[in-house]
């Protein structure tokens, strides 16, 4: 991928119709199963990276967004209300915590933001497991009509729609302004960047995707403990993802999502829990001797790209 | 009278509180580095004092000092390995990369643990573990008591020695102001060096003390490095005495919200604690400073 930036929309609209062709030319319900969750990992990853790597604001909180949009989402969707009403309280639910969590530690330099958020997200994984002890499960009704290609078609448009939201983006004004507070708050505020607005708009948005990708898994999962999507995985993973295939790239999130979620099937099977040390290492190799991910391999061989490139 | 028996359980689980967060705060201080990975490593400092005592029936009292050797060298491992490569970049790069690694490292460490010793809960069970010590209807159980004191001798050594020998006050100097303090002529690179192992060494003497109070598995690692996040947050930075009030004062305020709230939300109560004070006093509470 990558390329010049007309030939990048291009690529980028064919492979969406490439991939919405997927269930009509396969019935194999494994690589649907398999599509979905690189595209819901994709999705997640996507929305870690527009604060993460746009703005360079590192969210350790992030599976609170995820898990809040989800929790929400599932209770309202079992509870009678629409699928797709459920989903917009949720996400809504996840925006408004942005704000709330959002407000006080960006204002804060330093480590705050980063232990704010992680200390967030731990909050409510224990409440929440605490409160809601019981396993979710689909009604019998609902699991009798259960099908896939639904849900698959959900998670294709939510990760094209998020992945060109932060394209579009990272063109705007809004998006070099928050590239500039990323680069340097004190330039950015002597330019008139508002820092604080930028990282906060920044960082709402970024929930906001996260609770809606959290509903898209209320809707997909047949049954699990309401703590389980406030897990800190849901924040490691994203990150992995994000750091792996280029942070702060548009494209980053997409590859690393393809690639994980290859390696995890691939390494889960033949090593069990010793994949998630494989993981860990990659993760640690990723951040000290390639920090600009695949993409930046990439661009060193020539593919020179438009992409606003985070340094971190 | 339930009420001063939660009180005297929070001071006394607190004192170890204080103990794990000045590792944290001491790295932080000096290197301008957040270490996520320090609740794993009072993991492996608690796994330490457990084999010891299991092995060779070592008392876990005066296991601390093996175990503060062995995770001084963990550290000095960790370190030229990991954290070195970020001592010339931006204050901002270096913290975040930091918690980078350190996010990476915790995955780490934990896969480790539990390929090496199991998932299952382990407790240094001494023959004194149950012995406990009236004192006006409050009961004090001895060993707690004295993983208490033990935090506070460790802590009062480690203010003697930033405060009152030569390589501590290098160290103070250079958490103060790293270009005067290499001007002077102090070695910086080896104090980096130095701070990391000996918070690293900080984290296996606090270990090996929950070890012997609580339990040590690998999955204990995040709860602990939340635990001297806050109380690093709670006390403001550069100062032991404030990070060991805080230590105490999580620990009671941790112990009186289980009992009123019920001991689920023990550890809500903390970070709503760390939290509101993010929010209205970010120097911390006993600090004076700006916030970094």
Redesign the interface.
């Known amino acids: 991928m990558g390329g010049t930036a007309p030939a990048a929309p291009l690529v980028f609209v064919s492979a969406i119709a490439l991939l919405s062709l997927l269930p009509v030319v396969s019935a194999n319900q494994a690589i649907l199963n398999w599509a979905f969750l690189v595209l819901l990992y994709a999705a997640l990853a996507q929305s870690w990276n527009l604060l993460g790597g746009f703005g360079g604001q590192v969210n350790l909180g992030h599976a609170a967004f995820f898990g809040l949009g989800a929790l929400v989402t599932r209770r309202l969707w079992l509870g009678g209300l629409p699928f797709g009403a459920a989903l917009l309280l949720g996400t809504l639910a996840s925006a408004g915590m942005g704000v709330l969590v959002g407000v006080p530690s960006l204002r804060l330099r330093g480590p705050y933001f980063a232990i704010g958020t992680l200390a967030v997200a731990e909050i409510l994984r224990i409440t929440v497991g605490n409160a809601l002890p019981q396993v979710s499960v689909l009604p019998a009704q609902a699991l009798a009509t259960y099908t896939l290609v639904p849900r698959y078609y959900l998670s294709l448009v939510l990760a094209a729609g998020i992945t060109a939201a932060v394209w579009w983006l990272a063109r705007s004004r809004i998006g070099y302004g928050i590239a500039a507070v990323r680069e340097d708050e004190g330039v950015a505020e002597a330019i008139g960047v508002n820092a604080f607005r930028h990282k906060l708009g920044a960082f709402v948005l970024s929930g906001c995707f996260a609770g809606l990708v959290g509903g898209e898994f209320a809707y997909y999962h047949v049954s699990f403990y309401p703590s389980f999507a406030f897990s800190p995985l849901w924040t490691f993973d994203p990150l992995l993802i994000t750091y792996l295939g280029g942070v702060g790239t548009v494209w980053g999130p997409l590859i690393g999502a393809v690639f994980f979620l290859s390696l995890r099937e691939a390494l889960a099977l033949r090593l069990g829990e010793l994949h998630l040390l494989v993981f860990g290492l990659l993760f640690i190799a990723v951040v000290v001797a390639l920090p600009g991910g695949f993409m930046e391999a990439v661009r060193a061989k020539g593919f020179e790209s438009k992409m606003p490139n985070a340094r971190v | 009278m339930i009420f001063a028996q939660n009180a005297v359980f929070g001071l006394l689980i607190g004192g170890l509180y204080g103990l794990a967060a000045v590792g944290l705060s001491l790295v932080?201080g000096v290197l301008k580095m957040?270490n996520?990975a320090h609740g794993e490593l009072i993991m492996l400092g608690g796994y330490t004092g457990f084999w010891l005592f299991t092995l060779w029936g070592v008392d876990p009292f005066i296991a601390v000092l093996p175990s503060a050797l062995a995770l001084f060298g963990a550290g000095v491992v960790l370190y030229q390995v990991?954290f070195r490569?970020l001592i010339y970049a931006s204050d901002?790069?270096k913290?975040?990369?930091s918690?980078?690694?350190g996010?990476?490292?915790?995955?780490?460490v934990?896969?480790?643990a539990?390929?090496a010793w199991t998932a299952d809960e382990r407790a240094i069970t001494t023959a004194y573990a149950g012995a406990v010590v009236p004192i006006g209807g409050v009961v004090v159980p001895l060993l707690r008591a004295g993983a208490l004191g033990a935090a506070f001798l460790v802590l009062g050594g480690l203010h003697l020695f930033l405060h009152r020998t030569l390589p501590g006050k290098a160290l103070r100097a250079t958490a103060e102001d790293v270009e005067a303090a290499s001007l002077v002529g102090i070695p910086v690179p080896r104090i980096f060096l130095a701070s990391f192992g000996l918070g690293s060494a900080l984290a296996g003497v606090a270990g090996t003390l929950v070890g012997l109070t609580d339990a040590v598995s690998p999955a204990i690692g995040?709860?602990w490095t939340?635990k001297a996040?806050?109380v690093v947050?709670l006390g403001g930075l550069g100062s032991i005495f404030g990070t060991f009030v805080a230590g105490l004062f999580l620990g009671v305020a941790e112990s009186m919200s289980g009992f009123v709230l019920g001991n689920?939300?023990r550890?809500?109560m903390g970070?709503?604690l760390?939290?509101l004070v993010?929010?209205l006093r970010?120097q911390g509470l006993f600090g004076s400073g700006p916030?970094?």
């Not at chain 2, 996010?103 to 780490?108: D, I, K, P, W």
């Open positions: 932080f957040l996520v990991l490569r901002e790069t913290l975040k990369n918690i980078l690694i996010f990476g490292l915790t995955l780490v934990q896969t480790l539990i390929l995040l709860s939340l996040l806050i947050v689920a939300y550890e809500v970070l709503v760390f939290l993010l929010l970010p916030a970094a």
